[in-house]
């Protein structure tokens, strides 16, 4: 092969997956040509807005426990391509060294999410990858040659890379046309849902509008068909629409995943950091035994935040200003159960516009666990949020994708570049 549209690899996406996949495929056989191809005229947007414009680049500790999606064996062994160490040591040779915050998320020390994205993208262009923006794939097939279709052009490389995320946050570029592609290609494509996304309530009268801007601790849990499938603790947000925060964003694709699977599912909330009905009656008891003259609310507000103690007791339809020692053991019973188990009534998510990542999409059986080279497609590859696999908040998504796109470049390195190719 020769000309302007030959080359070696090429991958398509240069969000985190696509720019480290190239630079490793660089880095590791610099004999290769890569190119970069994205559609946005300035890629990277999501790893811009990513960790409120700071970047959560990984976690401390990192397992196959972080994440949902396809098998978990598969993942273990992608993760162990590239650790939590290597990321950190990675970043600190390209200018970026990393600082520990809380739950072992690891943040930029300059706490800007825009030297990470341009770290990666000189790096990118000092391993010697050419990118090309504005150059969106419209189409591949596979003949005599593999072939891209682009809305510059024809290219025909050697071997392409799928690195063009999932569906969400679609105005970065990550509209679901890498998943058709690859659909129309003969690949099984899992259902995809939002992940790590807000949640609108319904709750009538709404609840949450008198609470918005209120954060505290708490535990959700899943029921499913009236069992409870999952507990998820962290800090709970409310908003103007309904929950988000931390808990909510991680227990969302479960919810959401459980309703496009046809189950009868509701949420709860536990306001007493997950402690049981009865814990928290011996609790309440022996509390009002020893202050019998403080109101239920003071009581209460020092368990939840006051505005939410409020609202519970108006929903409950007790008067805050009783004392506590005025209290009938029905009424303390309710109210116990009200803070272990106050239900939520979840209408929908906020959508991909607000997700920040995306479950679902090509199924991990699809892929070779070694390289994560397509099983139909000779010379086909998927990184990073393509495939079935997302996680948990807290720098797991960005971990999936440098990993992945370290299997990747390690498989793309042992190919024999084409010496034709100038």
Known sequence: MAGDDACDVAIVGAGAAGLATAIFARRLNPSLTVLLLDSSTRPGAKILVSGGSRCNV????????DFNGGNPAIIRRVLKAFSPSDVTAWFRSLGVPLHEEAHGKLFPNSNRSRDVLNALIDECSASGAELRTATQVTGMSFGDALTLETTRGEFRPRAVVMATGGMSLPKTGSDGGGLEIARRLGHR??????????????????????????????????????????????????????L???????????????????????????????KSFDGVERDWTSRAASKPRTSIHGLLAEVVPAAVASMLLERLSLSSTMQVAN?????????????????????????????????????????????????????????????????????????WAWSSARVAARALARREPDHSVP
């Open 58 to 65: 990984t976690n401390v500790t990192v397992s196959e426990r």
């Open 189 to 242: 494509i899992v259902p995809t849902t939002p992940a790590l996304v807000p949640l609108v309530l319904s709750d009538d009268p709404p609840m949450h509008r008198a609470l918005s801007g209120v954060s505290h601790e708490a535990e959700l849990s899943l029921w499913i068909d009236g069992a409870i499938s999952r507990r998820i603790r962290g800090s709970l947000l409310w908003t103007h629409f309904g």
């Open 244 to 274: 988000s925060g931390p808990v909510v964003l991680d227990m969302s694709r479960h919810w959401l995943r459980a309703q496009i699977e046809g189950q009868d599912a509701r949420i709860t909330v536990n306001l007493s950091g997950g």
């Open 327 to 399: 209290l009938s053991r029905d009424e303390r019973r309710r109210l116990v159960h009200a803070l272990v188990e106050w239900p939520v009534t979840i209408a929908e998510s906020r959508g991909y516009n607000y997700a920040e990542a995306t479950a679902g999409g090509i199924a991990l059986d699809e892929v070779d666990p070694a390289t994560l080279a397509s099983r139909r497609c000779p010379g086909l590859y998927f990184v990073g949020e393509i495939l079935d696999v997302d996680g948990r908040i807290g720098g797991f998504n960005f971990q």
